[in-house]
């Protein structure tokens, strides 16, 4: 462990502990705000982020939401709210969110945020306002080191086919797109699509609903814009319909057809995906996860790129609260 000096008179010594994360806590004894710790821990973060690829602050009082949301924005960058959303989730306060609104009993796998599109944050900030009484986890992992773990046939066979994202609103199934698209109006809908290089086409339903279906292809690994490491960045693991318990899906052909399940994925020339590299993919998602136990008042700061999250299921109430920085578009 490496303890930091810090000569300003107000500001304690930090303590700073390598690893993923990295992991930054105050002196023992000592009573700190995370504000009164910002401008250090932007040094830290700026000599560490981009090769560690996480950083968690712990032991730092943060007062309220409004605390941290101005943590999050003192780095520098705007804060920017979810486009396209995949997974139900409410706005806390200003542009900060919840975390996916899922049961409890539930977890979720790991991924980079918005990896199933081609426009993805490059920052992102998990604060536990409060921990679960027993689990709710965020896993994280190294994106790198999966796609070293990978084997090489299926990393060359994913890179050069990419992958399709294709996505079914309404039905009462999933998100509805005027919550995925924070609007009522399908013009509007369109004109995201368009923007952003998502084909879309509507259809009525039987009782009158206008249902949407999205299809977008996408990388399936990635390049960091400023390390220019190669990483594995995608959510076939979370979007094919096999996640879902082998009832649920049964289920869900019987009700609405395989081609209107609410999300599936396949290779970006429709071809479908193997079980087994969907079997791997997993496997080695599992062999790279970090697990520590959240904290109330932690505060975890993620390259999303570089590193991969997750939710572990959890009983009692939990609140852990998101905010975004630094959206990025691949050139293609």
């Known amino acids: 462990m490496t303890e930091l000096s810090v000569t300003t008179p107000e500001l304690a010594d930090l303590r700073v502990e390598p690893g993923l994360p990295v992991v930054v806590s105050p002196r023992a004894g000592a009573d700190m705000t995370l504000a009164d710790a910002a401008p250090l821990l932007q040094g830290i973060v700026a000599g560490s982020l981009e090769r560690a690829g996480g950083v968690r602050f712990t032991g730092f009082r943060v007062e309220s939401i409004e605390a941290f949301q101005r943590f999050a924005a003192s780095f520098g960058d705007p804060l920017i709210g979810y486009e396209f959303a995949s997974t139900p989730r409410s706005q806390v306060e200003g542009a900060v969110y919840t975390s996916t609104e899922y049961p409890p009993h539930r977890s979720i796998p790991l991924h980079n945020e918005q990896s199933y599109t081609r426009e993805w944050p490059m920052r992102i900030w998990f604060h536990c306002a409060l921990a679960a009484r027993s689990g709710g986890a965020t896993p994280i992992a190294d994106s790198r080191a999966v796609l070293r773990a990978l084997s090489p046939s299926l990393v060359e066979r994913f890179a ?145 790129m570089l590193t991969a999250h997750a939710r572990d299921p959890f009983e009692g109430p939990r609140k852990v609260v998101v905010a975004m920085a630094q959206s990025y578009r691949e050139a293609r």
């Open 160 to 304: 050069r086919r990419e992958l399709l994202y294709v996505r079914n609103f309404g039905q009462g199934l999933d998100l509805p797109w005027q919550n995925a698209f924070g609007t009522e109006d399908p013009r509007e809908v369109e004109r995201i699509c368009a923007a952003r290089g998502i084909a879309c086409a509507w259809r009525d339903s039987d009782d009158g609903e206008l249902l949407l279906r999205t299809e977008e292809r996408c990388q399936a690994i990635a390049r960091h814009p400023r390390t220019g490491e190669t990483v594995w960045f995608n959510q076939a693991n979370l979007f094919h319909l096999s996640t879902l318990d082998e009832d649920m899906q049964e289920a869900l052909v019987d009700a609405v057809g395989l081609p209107n399940v609410p999300r599936n994925v396949y290779y970006g020339d429709r071809a479908p995906l193997e079980a087994d590299a969907l079997a791997e993919i997993r496997a080695v998602l599992d062999e790279q996860r970090v697990t520590f136990p959240w904290l109330t008042g932690d505060v975890l700061m993620l390259d999303n």
